[in-house]
């Protein structure tokens, strides 16, 4: 909850800083508010299993809306209703928030690992990925937030899909500790750092330059890589996508591997395409993170070992 309120405000300083104000700030930050709750308050399992019990399994459907519910409250404070490149931007919205949504429905009891899973997955991956939410959401960048807006969105439609429509077991979907993990995230990171470090070297992705480092950055730098890069992509790719093929394939190795895989592939247009080189190294971090998950049943040992990374990368090893 402070992390939640400290970012808002942040989002509010600062968009009254750079010159923003009136209806269009207030409106977008109160849906910034409204999607960050959702990736935020969900982490907690009190708040997650109250939330899903409430709701019940008729009525889960129903509160699954609320990402949409949050869109409508920024196009229409901020007068976004209209006609962007490719149609109707709340019709965009309300297509990339309900596909997912009846995908889960028609799943029903279907054991976890249905088509409907990953077409509902790849429903709310591409668009986001190949930054087709970038139009429904024309003022944020003014705010710097052309970024987050988008991705928060994506994480709130999976979440309603998964969670409360699908209400797919062991995603492991919560901010907590247990002392044994810490030996775990550690042997994830130091795996990944023996076998991406020399690669990247050797394949001229990275160089090794600590003079580079701007350490003045850290702290906002693991703060934003936490909530905008690792835990979302440990969501999708481990508590959702890794959680499923090993179902589909009837192992957690395979799974396991092929998780890590696409993983990969998911970062070959980063930059440029193809980027095999960072396809390759992702792959086998992917492979660090999962085996995280494996381990500890949470996403949130494998983001902390998935923040650190990529701090650590910016910070000490920059491109070569």
Not at 21 to 32: D, H, I, Q, S, Y
Not at 124 to 148: E, H, S, V
Not at 162 to 185: E, K, N, P
Request: aromatic share 14%; glycine share 12%; hydrophobic share 60%.
């Amino acid at each position: 909850m402070g992390l939640w309120g400290a970012l808002c405000l942040a989002a509010a300083f600062y968009g009254n800083w750079l010159g923003n104000g009136g209806r269009t700030l207030a409106f977008t930050v109160a849906t910034l508010a409204i999607l960050l709750g959702g990736e935020l308050w969900l982490a907690s399992p009190a708040i997650r299993e109250s939330a899903v019990r409430v709701s019940g399994p008729q009525g889960g459907t129903l509160v699954a809306l609320w990402p949409l519910a949050a869109y409508l409250l920024y196009a229409v404070g901020t007068g976004s209703i209209g006609i962007s490149l490719g149609g109707s931007r709340v019709a965009m919205a309300a297509a990339y928030a309900l596909v997912p949504l009846l995908l889960a429905a028609t799943a029903h009891d279907a054991k976890p690992g249905a088509w409907q899973d990953y077409a509902a997955m790849l429903a709310i991956f591409l668009p986001f990925k190949l930054g087709w939410l970038n139009r429904i959401f024309p003022g944020a960048a003014a705010l710097r937030l052309g970024y987050a807006l988008p991705l928060l969105l994506a994480i709130n439609v999976a979440l309603a899909a998964f969670v409360f429509v699908r209400r797919l077991d062991g995603i492991g979907y919560s901010i907590g500790w247990r002392l044994r993990w810490m030996g775990i995230a550690l042997l994830s990171f130091a795996l990944i750092a023996a076998a991406d470090i020399p690669a990247g070297i050797a394949l001229h992705f990275i160089r090794f330059d600590p003079h580079a480092a701007r350490w003045s950055t850290v702290p906002l730098a693991l703060l934003g890589t936490f909530v905008f890069i690792a835990w979302p992509e440990e969501f999708l790719f481990r508590g959702l996508l890794q959680n499923s093929l090993r179902k589909s394939l009837r192992g957690e190795n395979a799974g396991w591997i092929a998780a890590s895989l696409l993983f990969g592939a998911a970062h070959i247009a980063n930059g440029f395409f193809p980027n095999w080189k960072y396809a390759v190294l992702a792959a086998v971090a992917g492979l660090g993170y999962g085996f995280a998950w494996r381990k500890t049943g949470s996403i949130f040992p494998g983001a902390l070992v998935h923040m650190t990374v990529d701090v650590t990368w910016h910070l000490l090893f920059p491109g070569a």
